[in-house]
């Protein structure tokens, strides 16, 4: 009798390690959320689509882009109190500071710039609210800042595409989305507006060198079509 459940646990303990192996397998290449967000991704809670964080200005023109945000804010500058709005469509990034908008930096896309991103390899940027997971130089782009795609939002949106046959399921979510620059001497990427990346927003390295020295982990950024 003691065999046999010593046996009987070894094989229950075989299965929540197999089941935990894959569960975090499948994570790591995008085809499934974190436990933590279920509640939020099966739409259980906060189902309804959030509201826009911040008032657009108007026009298509940069704001203040000649001006550094030292000389519009001033050397003290609070990071928690920047966000960040990017404008899909007039390929413009806004920085705010408490939710007043300082200064706007052209930027673009990726090679898919029309729509939001459902799947890894569309090409596609990320539209919605995220935060600043992570920022670091890097190597090629002048500086990588990157964001929470896939979100618990993002997840949502993922599924609810392949419920509605847009993609396919077994297409994996993506990630390692991130505000970045070009590389080196290729300013003109920006100013011709051609949108090179694989999702990413990218700006000239000088733009994106000054705006990693006011945001920070959290920051709030916002992605509007």
């Known amino acids: 009798m003691y065999l046999k459940y010593k046996n009987q646990i070894k094989i229950i303990l075989l299965l929540i390690f197999s089941t935990s192996a894959l569960y975090f397998l499948l994570a790591r290449l995008g085809?499934?959320?974190?436990?933590?967000?279920?509640?939020?991704?099966?739409?259980?809670?906060?189902?309804?689509?959030?509201?826009?964080?911040?008032?657009?200005?108007?026009?298509?023109?940069?704001?203040?882009?000649?001006?550094?945000?030292e000389e519009l804010i001033g050397e003290n500058i609070d990071?928690?109190?920047?966000?960040?709005?990017?404008?899909?469509?007039?390929?413009?990034m806004t920085l705010y500071y408490n939710q007043k908008p300082i200064k706007s930096y052209p930027v673009v896309f990726g090679s898919s710039p029309e729509g939001d991103k459902f799947k890894e390899g569309d090409r596609r940027t990320p539209e919605g609210i995220h935060r600043i997971r992570d920022l670091y130089p890097h190597p090629s782009w002048s500086k990588f800042i990157w964001l929470d795609y896939p979100n618990?939002?993002?997840?949502?949106?993922?599924?609810?595409?392949?419920?509605?046959?847009?993609?396919?399921?077994?297409?994996?979510?993506?990630?390692?989305?991130?505000?970045?620059?070009?590389?080196?001497?290729?300013?003109?990427?920006?100013?011709n507006r051609n949108n090179w990346t694989w999702g990413c927003p990218s700006l000239k390295n000088q733009d994106v060198d000054e705006l990693y020295k006011v945001i920070k982990v959290g920051t709030l950024v916002e992605i509007i079509p």
């Not at 509640?39 to 704001?63: F, R, W, Y």
């Not at 990071?79 to 413009?92: A, D, F």
């Not at 509605?164 to 990427?189: R, T, Y």
Request: charged share 20%; net charge neutral.
């Open 31 to 69: 085809f499934i959320f974190p436990l933590t967000d279920v509640a939020e991704v099966l739409c259980l809670t906060n189902c309804e689509s959030p509201q826009a964080i911040h008032s657009a200005i108007s026009g298509k023109d940069l704001l203040n882009y000649s001006q550094t945000v």
């Open 79 to 92: 990071k928690s109190k920047t966000s960040i709005l990017i404008e899909k469509s007039k390929h413009r």
């Open 152 to 191: 618990a939002a993002s997840w949502r949106k993922h599924f609810q595409a392949k419920t509605a046959g847009k993609i396919s399921w077994f297409d994996s979510i993506g990630g390692e989305v991130g505000i970045h620059g070009v590389p080196s001497g290729s300013d003109e990427m920006i100013d």
